[in-house]
C-alpha cells in the first residue's frame, strides 16, 4: 500500500474567481438580528467572487438572510474592476482579495450612529412641544388660551391674525408590515422571496402608487388641523377674520426624504385644506457616533412675513435649547448637585427647502 504525504515544498492551490461583484442595498436588521437594533436602517456592501454573476446574486441573498437583514431597497449589482481596486486604500484591496479566493465579505453601514444591542442606547435632546412653545413665543404669539372645561376641536397657537396647529410626526413607516405588504404589491412575485426593483420600473405610475402609500396618512394630519382651526375661530375666538397655518415636526423618519415629505405637504395643504394660509415643516434627524452628537433639521416655507418670523424664531430657540440640554446634561453626570458649563458643542447642520 502506498501512503502519500504533503511535502513542505507542495502548495495548495486555492480556487481563484475571475469577477469579483458587489451588492448594495439598504437593509433593516431582523427582529432576531442578535447584532444590530431594529431602527438601525444600513447599506450593506458585499463582495463576492465567482465568474457567474447570477450565482453571485443568489449567494449574497443567501448571507442577507443568513445575516438576519431585510431588504428594504433593491440590490444593486456591479462587478468591480481589479485595475481600479489596486488604485485605493489598503482596506479595500484586502476585502476584494479575500472575495476573489473565495471568502464573502459582507459590510454593514449604518445611516445613523454606530451601536449594537449590547451598547447603552445613545442620550440626545429631544424636541418636544414645549421647544415649539418657545418658538411661537420668541416670535411674538404664543399659546391659545384656552379653559380645561372646552371640549371642542381647537387649535394650539395664536400669533397676529393667524391660528396655528402643531402636528409632529414620529413614525418610521418603512419598519410596519402594513407598509412592506404594500409595497410588495407594487413587485408582486410568487417564487421569489427577494423582490428586485430597477430603476426603470418605477415609473410615474409606480411612483403615484408609492406616494399614495405614505399621502393618506399626511393627508388626515392636514384635513383634521383645517377643522381644528375652523372650530377654534368659530367656538372659541368667535372672529372669524384669523388665518390658518400648520406647523409640522417631522422628527427623524426614515421612511421618507424631506423633499418627498414636502411635495405630500404642499399637495394636501392644495387640495384638502384651502382654509389653510400658511404651512411650516420643520425635519428633524439626530445623527450620534457616542462622541459627537449632530442634530440636522431643514425648514419647508413660503417666504411670507409670518413664516420668516416663525423660521428665524425657530432657529434661535433651537440653538437655545440644546445649550440648556448639554449643559444639563454633562452636569448630572459629572455633578448632580451643581451645575456646569458644558466644554462640549452639539453641532447644528440646516436646509432650507
Not at 162 to 190: C, G, H, P, V
Request: glycine content about 4%; hydrophobic content about 40%.
Amino acid at each position: 500500500m502506498t501512503n502519500f504525504a504533503l511535502r513542505k515544498t507542495d502548495k495548495i492551490k486555492l480556487k481563484m474567481s475571475q469577477f469579483v461583484h458587489r451588492f448594495l442595498l439598504k437593509a433593516i436588521p431582523s427582529e432576531n438580528n442578535s447584532e444590530y437594533l431594529y431602527w438601525q436602517i444600513a447599506t450593506l456592501c458585499i463582495l463576492i467572487g465567482d465568474d457567474n454573476k447570477i450565482l453571485a446574486l443568489n449567494k449574497a441573498r443567501c448571507l442577507i438572510d443568513k445575516k438576519k437583514w431585510l431588504p428594504v431597497s433593491e440590490i444593486y449589482a456591479s462587478t468591480l474592476i481589479e485595475s481600479i481596486i489596486y488604485q485605493h486604500e489598503t482596506s479595500l484591496i484586502a476585502n476584494y482579495e479575500k472575495a476573489k479566493i473565495g471568502k464573502d465579505c459582507f459590510l454593514v453601514f449604518t445611516d445613523e450612529w454606530w451601536g449594537f444591542r449590547n451598547l447603552p442606547l445613545p442620550i440626545y435632546p429631544k424636541i418636544t412641544e414645549e421647544v415649539i412653545d418657545r418658538v411661537f413665543e420668541k416670535a411674538g404669539g404664543g399659546r391659545l388660551p384656552c379653559s380645561a372645561h372646552i371640549t371642542v376641536k381647537n387649535a394650539d397657537y395664536v400669533i397676529d391674525d393667524y391660528i396655528f396647529e402643531l402636528k409632529m410626526i414620529r413614525e418610521a413607516k418603512s419598519i410596519k408590515q402594513t407598509f412592506q405588504d404594500k409595497m410588495t404589491s407594487l413587485y408582486k412575485n410568487k417564487t421569489a422571496k427577494f423582490i428586485d426593483m430597477e430603476a426603470i420600473d418605477f415609473d410615474e405610475i409606480n411612483y403615484k402608487m408609492y406616494a399614495d402609500i405614505f399621502k393618506k396618512s399626511v393627508r388626515h394630519i392636514v384635513e383634521y388641523s383645517s377643522e381644528q382651526i375652523k372650530s377654534t375661530k368659530k367656538n372659541i375666538l368667535k372672529n372669524k377674520k384669523y388665518k390658518g397655518g400648520i406647523f409640522i415636526l417631522s422628527k427623524g423618519l426614515s421612511s421618507f426624504t424631506p423633499d418627498f415629505l414636502r411635495e405630500l405637504v404642499s399637495e394636501s395643504l392644495r387640495k384638502y385644506a384651502k382654509t389653510i394660509k400658511s404651512g411650516i415643516l420643520v425635519s428633524i434627524w439626530v445623527e450620534a457616533d457616542g462622541s459627537d452628537t449632530s442634530l440636522n433639521y431643514s425648514i419647508m416655507f413660503n417666504q411670507t412675513p409670518i413664516e420668516k418670523r416663525l423660521q428665524q424664531s425657530f432657529e434661535i430657540v433651537i440653538r437655545e435649547y440644546l445649550t440648556e440640554w448639554a449643559k444639563k446634561y454633562i452636569s448630572d453626570i459629572k455633578n448632580p448637585h451643581r451645575a456646569k458649563k458644558s466644554k462640549k458643542n452639539i453641532n447644528i447642520k440646516k436646509k432650507y427647502l
